[in-house]
């Protein structure tokens, strides 16, 4: 299955069927979910209209955590594997993982100020997500230092896989100590905290912004390959060029 999907050929001509169709999604889902989330859903009845920080806050925080699992997962194949596709896909996931952490982090001082009267407090949960960007941050400078592509491919994949054991702290956080920040309310054995009114728009928007996620993800996949293609077409010309060179001297 690995070296199905390993072939970019076969990835590019996926990409290229599902881009579209992920575009399309995104869009509907935010024709819907916006106004549903921000004019028609309820006011909460402590929170007032601040809770509407939520409707994408929560999602940005999900994707955050989920972007850099699969970070983690895709370093892990080229790791062990040496799948030079699941090294590109680490590269494409990156940026954006931490640009929806980094919206985590802003949405969540934002509501934070009007519901604990702060824009931050050094919370478990909070300071656990900050490490998170930072482990982003952390990923993408070490793979810009490193002049060695292969070796950069191995060092970002060894830093992504050690930061994995930042995701367990998030996730159980609120459980392991007193915080601010209030415990699992979507995700719970016991079902849903969360009134139906809010739920559902939560839910379309968290489904908009994942299919988003996807299809920059596939985007900028695709730009790397095409990058990596020419940059070895380049390199083609200048072998020959120099080929030339050399015999036209002789």
Same mark, same amino acid.
């Given at each position: ?124 949960? =909070? @300071?656990? /997500?900050?490490? !998170? +960007? *930072? ?7 070490? #793979? %810009? ?72 993800? =596939? @985007?900028? /996949?695709?730009? !790397? +390959? *095409? ?7 380049? #390199? %083609? ?14």
């Amino acid at each position: 299955m690995l070296s199905y999907f390993a072939n970019p050929e076969r990835f590019d001509r996926l990409a290229r069927t599902l881009i579209p169709w992920g575009w399309g999604l995104t869009l509907a889902l935010l024709a819907v979910g916006l106004p549903w989330a921000l004019v028609v859903s309820p006011p909460d009845y402590q929170q007032s209209e601040s809770v509407r920080i939520m409707y994408v806050h929560v999602p940005a925080a999900w994707l955050g955590l989920f972007a850099y699992g699969a970070l983690g997962v895709s370093s892990f194949v080229f790791f062990v594997w040496r799948h030079n596709l699941a090294d590109l896909a680490a590269r494409a996931i990156a940026p954006f993982g931490a640009a929806f952490t980094a919206l985590c982090l802003v949405t969540g001082a934002l509501w934070g100020k009007p519901t604990w009267g702060a824009w931050w407090v050094w919370d478990a949960r =909070l @300071t656990s /997500m900050l490490v !998170l +960007l *930072l482990l982003y941050l952390g990923y993408m400078a070490l #793979r %810009a230092a490193l002049e060695d592509e292969r070796l950069a491919a191995r060092s970002g994949a060894i830093l992504a896989m050690a930061g994995l054991v930042n995701l367990p702290i998030i996730k159980f956080s609120v459980d392991w100590w007193n915080t601010l920040h209030q415990p699992a309310s979507v995700f719970r054995f016991d079902g849903p905290t969360i009134h139906a009114s809010k739920l559902w728009p939560l839910g379309v928007m968290a489904l908009a912004l994942t299919i988003l996620f996807g299809v920059l993800v =596939l @985007t900028r /996949m695709r730009t !790397l +390959l *095409l990058e990596k293609r020419a940059d070895a077409l380049e #390199r %083609a010309r200048e072998r020959r060029l120099e080929a030339e060179s050399r015999e036209a001297s002789q």
